[in-house]
């Protein structure tokens, strides 16, 4: 069975369906999805949100925008456009990501934003040492609501499914571990992404170094393809696959990691 805590004790786990969409607000902040080449059957998170008639925002670079424009999903999608192709700058994700940041706090007001990556393809509730299909705003509200009742949260996130097994004991939260592609993060520019490759694991470590709390949560997790197998995002650029199996890539990134954690 799971340490996890039920979140919301009138609500009962429907083993077909998990949480719904009914009876449940809105989240409170933006969730922002970095998109890249993924105006197609790889730009899974959209679709899923979409599905499940959660507002969110596709940030995309102005050479993909009529590529995204024939693609997307209006009805509960806005498309915020770049002001260039932030990819010219070769510095994977982080120009992006700092570009939603600075959106999220200067055009829209908030103290935090979600930042999703492009190929989330669902989220499963952990519940009493089981994973249920999850369908419902709570998703995001139930994070929400429980970092809202402290002032030094630094960087929050879902767990990556395969991480967390069924029938595992599990703690609802761990504090000061990894957060990366489905976060909750502060937009108040203390901690900012610097890095070419793991810029979300070196961010999470800068938060911790400045005297913030980390929050990962096992109480719903995100599922996706390994990094790179997907065709589109990072796969070419950052991760170098070429065709099937590993490209150069990784073995990059595993260095780069090493070395910036050394110094």
């Given at each position: 069975?799971?340490?996890?805590?039920?979140?919301?004790?009138?609500?009962?786990?429907?083993?077909?369906?998990?949480?719904?969409?009914?009876?449940?607000?809105?989240?409170?902040?933006?969730?922002?999805?970095?998109?890249?080449?993924?105006?197609?059957?790889y730009g899974r998170t959209h679709?899923?949100?979409?599905?499940?008639?959660?507002?969110?925002?596709?940030?995309?670079?102005?050479?993909?925008?009529?590529?995204?424009?024939?693609?997307?999903?209006?009805?509960?999608?806005?498309?915020?456009?770049?002001?260039?192709?932030?990819?010219?700058?070769?510095?994977?994700?982080?120009?992006?990501?700092n570009f939603i940041l600075d959106?999220?706090?200067?055009?829209?007001?908030?103290?935090?934003?979600?930042?999703?990556?492009?190929?989330?393809?669902?989220?499963?509730?952990?519940?009493?040492?089981?994973?249920?299909?999850?369908?419902?705003?709570?998703?995001?509200?139930?994070?929400?609501?429980?970092?809202?009742?402290?002032?030094?949260?630094?960087?929050?996130?879902?767990?990556?499914?395969?991480?967390?097994?069924?029938?595992?004991?599990?703690?609802?939260?761990v504090k000061n571990d990894k957060?990366?592609?489905?976060?909750?993060?502060?937009?108040?520019?203390?901690?900012?992404?610097?890095?070419?490759?793991?810029?979300?694991?070196?961010?999470?470590?800068?938060?911790?170094?400045?005297?913030?709390?980390?929050?990962?949560?096992?109480?719903?997790?995100?599922?996706?393809?390994?990094?790179?197998?997907?065709?589109?995002?990072?796969?070419?650029?950052?991760?170098?696959?070429?065709?099937?199996?590993?490209?150069?890539?990784?073995?990059?990134?595993?260095?780069?990691?090493?070395?910036?954690?050394?110094?």
């Amino acid at each position: 069975w799971t340490n996890t805590t039920q979140m919301y004790d009138t609500q009962k786990i429907s083993k077909a369906k998990g949480w719904t969409t009914e009876n449940h607000r809105d989240p409170t902040y933006p969730i922002c999805v970095l998109s890249y080449k993924r105006a197609n059957k790889y730009g899974r998170t959209h679709l899923l949100l979409t599905k499940m008639k959660i507002k969110h925002y596709l940030f995309i670079e102005p050479s993909q925008r009529s590529d995204y424009e024939k693609w997307y999903n209006p009805e509960f999608c806005e498309l915020v456009v770049y002001p260039y192709d932030l990819s010219t700058k070769n510095m994977g994700g982080t120009p992006g990501r700092n570009f939603i940041l600075d959106w999220g706090r200067q055009e829209k007001g908030h103290q935090r934003v979600w930042m999703l990556d492009d190929n989330i393809k669902g989220y499963l509730r952990l519940y009493q040492g089981q994973k249920y299909q999850i369908n419902s705003p709570v998703i995001f509200t139930h994070i929400e609501d429980y970092v809202a009742r402290y002032d030094n949260v630094g960087a929050v996130s879902h767990n990556f499914n395969p991480f967390v097994r069924e029938g595992d004991f599990r703690k609802c939260i761990v504090k000061n571990d990894k957060s990366y592609s489905s976060m909750l993060l502060p937009t108040h520019g203390e901690v900012r992404f610097r890095y070419k490759h793991q810029e979300d694991n070196l961010m999470s470590i800068e938060f911790i170094e400045k005297g913030f709390c980390n929050l990962c949560f096992n109480s719903v997790c995100y599922d996706k393809n390994t990094s790179g197998q997907d065709g589109g995002g990072n796969r070419e650029s950052i991760y170098k696959v070429e065709s099937g199996g590993d490209g150069e890539g990784y073995d990059e990134r595993l260095d780069y990691f090493l070395c910036q954690v050394r110094i």
